[in-house]
């Protein structure tokens, strides 16, 4: 180090922050640690138009739209108590839940949501009965026979994450259950 003081460009961060002795000045490098703390804290960048018009659809409510719409297929195109005894004793979750329901002529799928008590049965629960349904009955009207859980995976596997709001995928999964494309 020569004998002349440094010019400011010369001087580095952390020149200004150590004393001579070589110990560091407690307030400018509290400072400086403050503000790379809130500039990583920044708020994000306001959402666009496009961004924020898209409703937030749930993986968990697309796959339930799916196996009940499906489940409500199979009751009609089969032996309704055939399906619901299949599914064992969770069978007894869609019905405190309301999602089947015994009518005077046998087991109906409740398609009104209005109509259901989630209050009764947690949804994920409800989730793994359905889970249930579809794993251990068939889709026997649309072409080659396959589990009703192979079913909605394919539905699953091709449209989540392609459609914008619960309409579409309402109209998607109807189409998809009625033996077409799933194309709203």
């Not at 960048?45 to 719409?69: C, D, G, K, N």
């Not at 969770?90 to 005077?104: A, C, F, T, V, Y």
């Not at 080659?144 to 995928?169: A, I, R």
Request: aromatic share 8%; charged share 35%; net charge negative.
């Amino acid at each position: 180090m020569s004998g002349r003081p440094r010019t400011a460009a010369e001087t580095s961060w952390r020149d200004t922050l150590t004393l001579r002795d070589g110990r560091v000045r407690v307030f400018p490098a509290l400072a400086l640690s403050s503000c790379l703390a809130l500039s990583a804290c920044s708020t994000p960048e306001p959402e666009t138009e496009a961004e924020s018009s898209s409703e937030h659809i749930s993986l968990f409510w697309v796959e339930r739209e799916a196996r009940v719409l499906t489940l409500d297929r199979m009751f009609a195109e089969g032996d309704p108590e055939t399906v619901v005894e299949s599914i064992g004793e969770k069978k007894d979750r869609l019905l405190d839940s309301r999602i089947i329901r015994e009518d005077g002529d046998g087991y109906v799928v409740e398609l009104d949501k209005d109509e259901w008590r989630p209050e009764e049965v947690n949804l994920t629960r409800v989730d793994g009965a359905l889970g249930d349904a579809m794993y251990l009955n068939e889709v026997t009207w649309c072409g080659e026979t396959v589990t009703g859980e192979e079913f909605v995976d394919d539905y699953m596997e091709e449209f989540w994450e392609t459609l914008d709001n619960h309409e579409e995928y309402t109209a998607s999964i109807a189409d998809y259950v009625d033996c077409g494309d799933g194309r709203p």
